[in-house]
């Protein structure tokens, strides 16, 4: 039987998800952190002013809270904020906020605050108003070790856009993804797992063969991946606060494209163990196997629904890549896409109103969603080498791996295409990005 992928790239170094993997050598290790790039904003971002906090005690050294907090808020996309040498004033608790200053200045928002060190712990202390409505919307106390100031600043900055938005933050989730560096015998291929910002970047698994299909279990707390360390693909979870690692499938054929269940207790997989690719559910517990496709044709790349209950997955049965949904085992699946000859890799959002994919049009391959109620496709991404899209757990952003300068790197996207953010390594190329749930 003659393979076939989701793969676009012509180099055996870019395979998409579940061909290959990698041998384990080392794993834990700090790494370089990832670099941030704002490449487009939205028109209809939200002006927001981040007031720099007051301080009481020595503060730990590093970036500031509110400097992360702004550069959380700044690049969701939805927020525009106002420099503070800007401002007319620096207020740090609601009474000293005059907000004729701020309309004036054309703020929607304003956050004040202070913080206080404690022997070992930081408290910080936050408001938020709406200058129009000469409101306080939010008022809390948040406190962390002088160690994770960052995880406290991550922690306002989902408060504030909740506040804002109605919808959670993901500025405390965490990003998984793969970095390649070095030639020949000297290649090196890296998970790594970071902030959404690409701080605190940590290896998890280094490896001289390349490392694909990282996928997060939803506690947040385990990857699985596929791994090539015995000469042929199997998949391992991998417990990131131990490093455990568990050989959960290593059939004879393809063993890819893992994807976990919303209750953790079982796997998606790509299987070719009966001689064709098919989609395979796997019960962690028991290793008990149960086959939900059976077609003559390659079934690929699975994704559970947001309700769990059926499957999103990549088929080539009407002689291209086009993505399909079944909505129980055994039932006939449903062509989603039509829009070209080749869509790929889906990912649906958080509340079955729209699944993204890889589109290919004309010689460019694009991030592209379909609408599941109306079916209409659109696409999302302005770069022409896209691929691997990964959708935030509140459904608001999306991030892809692309070809930017003649590297991979990682792009962020709002879900409708309006702002963008770009993430490159320090040294190499990035790719095959996962964003990991929410778990607070």
Not at 10 to 24: N, Y
Request: charged fraction near 25%; charge should be neutral.
């Amino acid at each position: 039987m003659t393979q076939k992928t989701s793969c676009h790239k012509t180099t055996v170094k870019m395979l998409p998800t579940g061909w290959l993997a990698a041998m384990m050598l080392s794993a834990g290790n700090a790494s370089a952190e990832l670099l941030i790039r704002i490449t487009e904003g939205a028109n209809s971002a939200i002006p927001v002013s981040v007031v720099p906090f007051a301080e009481s005690g020595a503060m730990p050294p590093g970036d500031k809270v509110s400097s992360i907090v702004q550069g959380d808020l700044t690049m969701s996309g939805e927020f525009r904020t106002l420099e503070p040498s800007k401002m007319l004033s620096l207020p740090s608790k609601g009474s000293d906020v005059y907000f004729r200053d701020w309309r004036m200045l054309g703020q929607r928002y304003v956050l004040v605050g202070e913080l206080t060190r404690s022997g070992d712990r930081v408290q910080a202390r936050y408001e938020l108003f709406d200058v129009n409505q000469e409101k306080r919307i939010l008022g809390e106390t948040a406190a962390a070790g002088v160690g994770n100031v960052r995880t406290l600043a991550h922690h306002i900055s989902d408060r504030i856009y909740e506040a804002i938005t109605g919808e959670p933050g993901v500025f405390s989730t965490k990003l998984a993804y793969v970095t390649v560096s070095g030639e020949g015998d000297q290649m090196r291929y890296r998970l790594q797992v970071s902030d959404v910002d690409g701080k605190r970047a940590k290896i998890r698994l280094e490896s001289r063969e390349p490392i694909l299909s990282p996928a997060w279990s939803p506690d947040g707390k385990k990857l699985a991946y596929v791994s090539f360390e015995t000469g042929k693909p199997a998949i391992y979870v991998h417990e990131l606060s131990s490093g455990q690692r568990d050989k959960v499938a290593d059939f004879s054929g393809l063993n890819s494209a893992p994807a976990w269940s919303e209750d953790g207790k079982s796997l998606l997989m790509t299987l070719s163990r009966d001689g064709n690719a098919e989609i395979y559910q796997m019960d962690l517990a028991s290793r008990k196997i149960t086959k939900l496709t059976n077609h003559w044709a390659i079934d690929t790349e699975p994704a559970w629904d947001y309700a769990n209950k059926g499957i999103y997955f990549t088929s080539d049965r009407s002689g291209g890549p086009q993505i399909y949904f079944m909505e129980r085992p055994g039932a006939e699946p449903r062509r989603i896409t039509f829009g070209s000859r080749y869509n790929a890799r889906p990912r649906p959002d958080n509340k079955g109103e729209y699944v993204y994919y890889v589109h290919q049009r004309d010689r460019a391959f694009h991030i592209a969603r379909t609408n599941l109620k109306t079916g209409d496709e659109s696409i999302i991404t302005r770069t022409e080498s896209d691929e691997s899209p990964s959708v935030s757990p509140n459904g608001r952003l999306l991030i892809y791996a692309t070809g930017q300068n003649g590297a991979s790197v990682l792009t962020v996207v709002s879900a409708d295409g309006g702002a963008a953010y770009s993430l490159p390594a320090a040294d190499g190329d990035v790719r095959e990005p996962a964003w990991g749930p929410i778990t607070r």
